[in-house]
Every structure is written in C-alpha cells, then in structure tokens.
C-alpha cells in the first residue's frame, strides 16, 4: 500500500508486475493444456559415430508449439513443467512420441536408436522404467534402441529410489547417458558410481574451446581415456567445426553431435536423410548405415 500511494513510479512497477505475474499464470494454464499433446514437438539432433561417420541415433530434443506465441524451447519451458507437476505428463509423451518415430525408422530399415532427456522428477518415479517398458512393447522397439539422457546432478543426490530406477532401466537393455557431464561438482566420486552408466556426454563448455586452451584440452583427452579405461562410450557435445571435430577423432572420442554435424531438425526431415541421401556441407556424415 506504501509503494502504491508513494508515487507513479512504484504504481507502474506494480502495474507491470501483475502483468508479469498474468503472463506467467496464462503460460502455465497453456503448458498444462499442451504437455500431454502434438503441441509438444520432437526435434531429433544427429549422433555421429567417429569410427565409422556414420550415424546410428538421434537425441529427441521437444519444443513446443504455442498457438500464438510460436515456437518454445525447453529452458522457457520446462523450469514451468517441473514447478507445476507437469513433467511426468510431458516426459511421458516425449518418450511415446520418440518410440513411435524410433520403431517407424525401423520398419523402414534403419535400426537407428534415439536418446531422451529424463528430469530428476521422472528418475524418483518408481514406475519410470515400468511405463518405458509399455511404450517400447507397444511399438515393437527393442529396449537397445533407447538411451535414457540423465544428468550428473540428478545421480549426485543419494537416492535410493533413483538408483532403483536407473538399475531397473540397466536391466531392461536400456543405454543409461550422464548428459553434459563436467558442469557440476565432485566428479570424480560420481565417476566410480557410473556402473550404470553406459555413455558419457562431454558438455560442450569444454568442446567450444579445447583448440585453444590447453586446459581444456587436457580435460578432454584425459576425460575420454578415463572413460574408456571404464568402458564408457564418450560423446562430444556441441561440435560446431571441422577442426574440432578432427580433434576429438584423433583423440578417439566416441560419438560426436553439434552444430556441425548436423541441427536438430523434425522427424520428416531425418527421415528424408535415412533414405541414405549423405547430408552436411562438410560430407561428414553418411546416414543410413545398419547394425545398432
Ligand atoms: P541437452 O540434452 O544437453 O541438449 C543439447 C542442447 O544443445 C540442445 O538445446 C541442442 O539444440 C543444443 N545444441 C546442440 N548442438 C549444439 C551446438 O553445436 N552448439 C550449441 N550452441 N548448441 C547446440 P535445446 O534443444 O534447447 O535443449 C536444451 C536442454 O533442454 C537439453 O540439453 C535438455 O537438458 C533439455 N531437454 C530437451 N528436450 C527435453 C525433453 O524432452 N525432456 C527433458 N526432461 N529435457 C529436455
Ligand atoms: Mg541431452
Ligand atoms: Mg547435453
Ligand atoms: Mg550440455
């Protein structure tokens, strides 16, 4: 009442405050229409195999398709899902979406597997693995053909629970990814508990500059060694050159995604490069290949 009687100023503050505060409200009443639904939107990011060049999966990535605002991206919109209970709902569609569009790739030919993001919400719910377990016998998909992308944070947290979830997925044939490995804290400690863990995504903080700083450098090569000494596969994030891209194949890494390598682009646009046209102006990649 202070403020409001003080003067124009605090009046408008308080004005565009309650606009603000509208906003978010008529966002969050949209988000809780559209998380279960085609309003929601996969975008899938080639992995490219550096042994091979060739590309054998695809990470989902969801965008979200507002009526008037257009399209959203998940750090607009997931902080909103996860403070409102949605992400069960959008994480349940998400994964249904990816093994319907995965088991289709399929049947056309191409065993091509695809990875999905899980937040920490969806690793404490025990039924988490048992719901995957439905989607991929519904659509025929072979657990083999699903990476689970996790991250750090979410295993740094002694939860019994998580872990019960991430062992139960381990079991079922499902690939478990740490996800921008290195931007949290104690490391090391999270590294001996990575049994579970299949694959190792290095954040792309540390890719953007291991050409020019001989830190980081070191940080990527001794990463990738120490990975392999563990039996993890190690995958580059955000790979937007040719040099770097022959760096990391020099220095063995795995699997590499990025700009360079290719945008995340709609199901129909990868479905166009599976029907084995090579894509890229670098020609680094070949799509297509079997054998997952
Ligand atoms: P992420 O899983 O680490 O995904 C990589 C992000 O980096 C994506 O952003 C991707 O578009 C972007 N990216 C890929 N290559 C490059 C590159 O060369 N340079 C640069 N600068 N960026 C690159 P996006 O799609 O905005 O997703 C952001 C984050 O949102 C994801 O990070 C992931 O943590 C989360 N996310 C996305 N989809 C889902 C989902 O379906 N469920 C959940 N729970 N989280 C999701
Ligand atoms: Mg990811
Ligand atoms: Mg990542
Ligand atoms: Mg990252």
């Known amino acids: 009442y202070k403020a409001k009687r003080a003067g124009g100023g605090h009046v408008a503050y308080r004005r565009d405050d309650d606009q603000e505060s509208r906003r978010r409200l008529e966002l969050t009443a949209a988000l809780r229409r559209d998380a279960g ?110 990476t689970v992308e996790i991250t750090e944070t979410m295993m740094l947290t002694d939860c019994p629970a998580t872990e019960r979830v991430l062992d139960r997925l381990t079991a079922m044939g499902v690939d478990v990814s740490i996800d921008d490995y290195g931007t949290h804290h104690s490391t090391l400690s999270y590294l001996r508990r990575l049994h579970t863990a299949r694959e190792l995504k290095l954040d792309r903080s540390f890719i953007a500059d291991l050409l020019t700083e001989a830190r980081s450098a070191t940080i990527v090569r001794s990463t990738i060694d120490l990975c392999h000494a563990l039996n993890i596969i190690v995958v580059a994030e955000g790979v937007e050159d040719a040099n770097t891209l022959d760096k990391l194949r020099e220095w063995g890494c795995d699997l590499a995604q990025g700009y360079h390598i290719g945008r995340p682009g709609p199901a129909d646009e990868v479905t166009r490069w599976l029907g084995a046209i090579p894509f890229g102006d670098a020609g680094v990649t070949v799509f297509g290949d079997p054998g997952l």
């Open 37 to 146: 639904t085609d309003a929601m939107v996969l975008h899938y990011q080639p992995k490219l195999d550096l042994n091979s060049g060739v590309v054998r999966g695809f990470e989902a990535l969801v965008r979200w398709e507002h009526p008037s605002l257009g399209r959203l991206f998940p750090d607009v919109f997931l902080p909103m899902a996860e403070q409102n209970g949605l992400m069960p709902a959008l994480t349940h569609n998400v994964l249904s979406q990816a093994i319907r569009q995965c088991a289709q790739w399929h049947a056309d030919g191409h065993p091509v597997s695809v990875a999905v993001n899980a937040s920490a919400t969806d690793l404490r719910f025990e039924q988490f693995p048992q719901h995957i377990a439905e989607l991929l016998d519904l659509h025929g998909l072979p657990a083999r053909a699903l």
